[in-house]
């Protein structure tokens, strides 16, 4: 049985007040259940975009590694490597952020396009082959889904952070909060009843021994 709050009085200005926060209380119950129950459908779509994203970005890394054989099989490893090295390329992003139900989540934003023409790579087209450009542009493109899919994780872990978080305090009005001050206004009111047939009783006898006087 929930324990009654600690340092309330059996007055009915505290039974009044007790109600008032009863109603508060279990309003606010529904309000947050309300938002979690908004937040973890927000989450299970995100985790849907979160899954699409991965195989996309799985599917154009495998790519990607399929022309970085084929590229080493033609020219060789060390020649690929050599090749590699002339195509640094500094990429800058954007952060910004947006909110979903509260809750702020990332969005990272490349100000330019990532893919390069085979001309602004760097290195020269007798020295390499097709497999090299099509290797270069395939890992462009994976670099631009992993963006993507980084940003949708952290979504993910947003969310589901305020989700535990709306959980816990859900939790706590259910089984903490509303049941102590349940037990704390029955127990308010089953002592104010008491005081009411005792001060009946006294009465009665004050009214008897008055009665006897006048006798």
Known sequence: MPEIIEGVSPTRMELLWLRRRER????GHDLLREKR???IAEFLDVVSEVRDAR???EDKLKEA???LILAQAQLGVEEVRQLSLMTIHEIPLDFSSRSIMGVSVPILELPGE???KVTERGYGFIDSSAAVDRCAKSFEEA???IIKLAELEEAVRNLAGEVEKTKRRVNALEYVLIPRLKT????IQMRLEEMERENFTRLKKIKVMLERRKG
């Open 184 to 187: 704390t206004r029955k127990y």
């Open 24 to 27: 508060l209380a279990e309003k």
């Open 55 to 57: 195989k996309e970005v």
């Open 65 to 67: 590694f399929d022309y």
């Open 37 to 39: 129950d908004a937040l």
């Open 114 to 116: 990532l893919a390069r």
């Open 143 to 145: 670099l631009v889904k």
